[in-house]
């Protein structure tokens, strides 16, 4: 195989500046994606311009028998992209807003964050996801798992077209009447099967919008997160809410009531419906003494990731996730597991409730479908090098979910080692997907987090 050096040397003739190689001091920053437990040593990085740089990076990746992966921001790594060469789609970072019709376009390298911004204002919600540091693009390529997906369904139900750059050079936009069968695999299982440049979704119109976050001692954990059960189950599709062990670092920068604390949180979002939500959220903080006061809050659309406050600087982490009919024993294990000694290695452990929307059949065809299951359940650990405590507190994790069937997890949360999609979609809906990938890209030039063949 030729030497990286001869890649970078091709690229860097038709793109200058824009390619990046192992000798730049930006290397580093520029391979590393969000976890950086899996260190990215691909050939070469390509911060693309505009669809024509997209181009000769596909035509050099056939000269020199190289393949070609796109991370707009980095997440979801899973391998260290031995010849390939790395596309961050930085110059597609168009966002346009169209308040008549409820659509919204937005560019490839686009966060969450920044279209929340662009909507500020507007009472239009998409559905987006709790990061605000995760592209846009990025989540809806893996089905995307909504704030509000009990109202909303699966981030994939609000794509209505993708536009797309396919390996034999064709950039347009495509949608259900044009390419039914491409798009069907880009909504759920969408990181290899072309360059998407930009995406047009669907917004919802609401008439309030609100949250508010409980922090509670980790002590009342079996009563909160039993409590979250019983009003979950019986709520409308309206209103979100998620339960989340979580164990503060002693950081000087956090709250003295929070560094060096196992708390549990719960998440109250919700739409048009804030009576019926407050008297939820009243019954939920009357569970345990709150450490803070509570009182849900209006929110504008740009406003909800403050409520959850999820971590943005990239992490070394190790992840694992599962859907699941959660009951009370079921949570009772998992608060047991966060507080024993193996789970001093975990840093938080979230169950959302699901239902709604996401366990209905959508209108948009799509290879992330409906979810039968109640919850989903996930957790995260810091993997410090050669730390064996993570393995044992995900295993003790595992295990207390574990109920004799498969495993499956939404393809927004596939972990670090999960290689394929085969732990969210079933065997005729990966034979589907085959068979696309096989139409599109015959000779595998493109390769993603899940399909490394």
Do not use: C
């Amino acid at each position: 195989m030729t030497a990286p050096h001869e890649v970078v040397g091709a690229l860097t003739t038709r793109l200058g500046d824009r390619v990046v190689g192992s000798d730049s001091p930006e290397w580093l920053s520029r391979t590393s994606p969000w976890n950086v437990a899996v260190p990215q040593a691909p050939d070469a990085v390509v911060l693309a311009r505009d669809v024509d740089d997209l181009r000769a990076v596909l035509e050099v990746a056939d000269t020199y028998g190289r393949q070609v992966t796109v991370q707009p921001r980095g997440h979801g790594a899973t391998w260290g992209l031995e010849g390939t060469i790395l596309v961050r789609p930085a110059g597609f970072d168009a966002v346009e807003v169209d308040p008549v019709a409820r659509v919204a376009r937005i560019g490839a390298g686009v966060t969450w964050g920044r279209a929340a911004g662009a909507l500020a204002g507007s009472a239009l919600l998409p559905a987006y996801g709790s990061n605000p540091s995760t592209s846009v693009v990025g989540y809806l390529l893996s089905g995307g798992l909504p704030m509000f997906g009990r109202a909303l369904g699966l981030g994939v139900q609000s794509l209505r077209r993708v536009e797309i750059l396919t390996v034999d050079g064709h950039h347009r936009w495509i949608d259900d009447d044009s390419d039914p069968e491409l798009l069907w695999a880009l909504r759920g299982a969408g990181s290899a099967l072309g360059v998407v440049t930009a995406v047009e979704i669907d917004l919802r119109p609401v008439t309030a919008l609100y949250g508010g976050k409980l922090l509670f001692p980790v002590e009342a954990a079996h009563d909160v997160l039993t409590a979250v059960l019983t009003e979950g189950e019986g709520s409308d599709d309206e209103l979100s809410l998620t339960a989340t062990l979580i164990a503060f670092p002693p950081l000087e920068e956090l709250p003295p009531f929070l560094a060096g604390r196992r708390v549990v949180s719960v998440d109250v979002l919700g739409l048009d419906r804030p009576d019926e939500h407050s008297a939820i959220a009243t019954r939920l903080a009357a569970v345990a003494t709150p450490i803070v006061p509570f009182a849900l809050a209006p929110l504008d659309v740009d406003g909800v990731h403050a409520v959850l406050q999820e971590p943005t600087d990239p992490l070394p982490a190790r992840d694992w996730s599962r859907l699941s009919d959660a009951d009370t024993d079921t949570v009772h294990a998992i608060a047991d597991v966060f507080a024993s000694e193996a789970g001093a290695a975990l840093l938080n452990v979230g169950v959302r409730v699901l239902g709604g929307a996401l366990a209905r059949e959508g209108d948009r065809p799509a290879i992330a479908g409906p979810i039968r299951e109640t919850h989903v359940v996930h957790g995260i650990a810091i993997a410090a090098p050669g730390d064996e405590r993570v393995d044992l507190a995900l295993g003790e994790l595992r295990d207390a979910l574990d109920d004799g069937g498969p495993v499956r997890t939404v393809g927004t949360f596939l972990g670090h080692d999960q290689y394929d999609y085969s732990g969210a979609y079933d065997a005729d809906s990966l034979h589907r997907l085959g068979l696309v990938k096989a139409a599109v890209d015959p000779a595998h030039r493109l390769v993603g987090n899940r399909d490394r063949g």
